[in-house]
């Protein structure tokens, strides 16, 4: 079989003709010679398939009373480092997903305004009436996603994300597995995305502009689904280009009319749901605007 020709970063696809637009699109080198430039952005080259010694992996500093940054540059690090500590003092136990976190700069995807606060735990306006995930909540459902069958055997293939928003997620999958697809669809944010994650060369990271409720059929089927919008119910598309062994992770509206996040795991034998902790996340909406 062909291996479909998938378009690299940053790619720009137009969802109703399924083509890339734009300027010509390099391929994307594998993720076996795939570098972050610890000049451009400052971020460690990372590379999620290659066993590190997990233990050692996170610089755990000790957690400050506040999160308040003393300035950016190299000291952003440490606060990185101070707010991995502080995801894991509450509850979050992936190394790999705390060294994520760890990684990357998250306040390269704030607005200057709110740069102080990019290492809080807290989510921030990112325009639109959108907002940057809480950290804590971007580490739970990456560390479900990384529980699935299919983790189990190795880096996940292929992840799609609904809701790309200002890209920080996106970012912090992009060092956990081996293809990142994400999807928003509100144009403002795609380009603000597009511009977010340029200077982070992730060839690994495709970002679409569309309707995510549709999935990306394109690109499926998919070792993990999250999503960062949250629905009624869970999209039967999403369902459809889950893999075999793979993971949906995804806020929605469960009988007591709360929304919560649900977990749906795919086997060979059928889906199989989880309702977890309630959350609190923007809504999931049709159409692209
Ligand atoms: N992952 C983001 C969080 C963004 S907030 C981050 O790291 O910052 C959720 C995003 O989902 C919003 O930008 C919203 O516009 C987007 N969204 C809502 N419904 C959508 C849909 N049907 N398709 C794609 N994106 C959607």
Known sequence: MTAPQRPSFPARIDLHSGKPTGKTVTPAPTPKTRAVPATAAGVNGLNPLKKTNTASAVA??????????????????????????????????????????????RHRFVDTALVNQAYEDTSLPIGLGQTISKPNVVARMIELLLQSELAS?????????????????????AELVREVYSIERLRGLHEKARANLRPFKLANVHLLLGDGMLGYPKGGPYAGIISAAGGEAVPQAWLEQLAVGGRLVAPTVTHGGQQALVVIDRSAQGLHQQVLEAVHFVPLKSGIA
């Open 153 to 173: 055997r190795g880096p996940l293939t292929r992840v799609l994300e609904i809701g790309t928003g200002c890209g920080y997620q996106a970012a912090v999958l």
């Open 60 to 105: 755990l500093a000790p957690m400050a009373s506040s999160l308040a940054p003393r300035g950016f540059g190299m000291d952003s690090a440490a606060m990185r480092a101070r707010l991995a500590q502080h995801l894991a003092n509450t509850g979050i136990s992936s190394k790999a997903v705390l060294q994520a976190i760890g990684t990357v700069e």
